[in-house]
């Protein structure tokens, strides 16, 4: 009997923290940056909210907005800012990691149309752990920071 108590305590023990660490990864302040006609691609940004134990791994995201989702950095490449893909966005136990213009965002491309301020959208961020979450998020008017790949003939932003 004691063998088998400690295999369920075992079980328990296991189980727990992963029941518990769902529900406490939040998105706040999240928001889309509107689109003039025809430009074809986005970017949304938020603050993600950690407040489980463990580290949480944003690892890919998607909206009916676009057809192409990706999690995207600035960094300085010969004195210049661009943008690039990155696998994950960390975000460890306990911390807020906010995505900004200029900084790490959710590149939307392809969009299935325009984003005009006062729509909403739904974006779903899935982390490494399996759990997905999604929120309708605003469309806002963004000027700052965001610069498009050059290599994709878009305008640029600053
Ligand atoms: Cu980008």
Do not use: C, W
């Not at 004691?2 to 296991?14: H, L, Q, V, Y």
């Not at 302040?29 to 949480?56: E, H, W």
């Not at 210049?80 to 906010?98: C, D, F, N, Y």
Request: charged share 20%; no cysteine; net charge negative.
């Amino acid at each position: 009997m004691t063998s088998f108590k400690s295999f369920i305590a075992a079980i328990a023990f296991m189980v727990a923290p992963l029941v518990h660490a769902h529900g406490e990864f939040f998105i706040h302040d999240a928001y889309a940056r509107a689109t003039a006609p025809g430009a074809p691609n986005s970017a949304a940004f938020m603050v993600l909210d950690n407040q489980s134990k463990v580290l949480k791994r944003v690892v890919s995201a998607s909206t009916p907005a676009a057809k192409r989702v990706e999690l995207h950095e600035h960094a300085m490449v010969d004195g210049m800012m661009e943008m690039r893909q990155i696998a994950q966005i960390l975000v460890p136990e306990g911390e807020q990691v906010t995505l900004k213009p200029g900084g790490l965002h959710v590149m939307l491309f392809d969009l299935t149309q325009p984003l005009k301020v006062g729509e909403h959208i739904s974006l779903t961020l899935n982390t490494a752990d399996g759990h997905s979450l999604t929120k309708q998020i605003p469309v806002k008017s963004v000027m700052d920071g965001m610069q498009h790949h050059s290599d994709e003939g878009n305008h640029h932003h600053e």
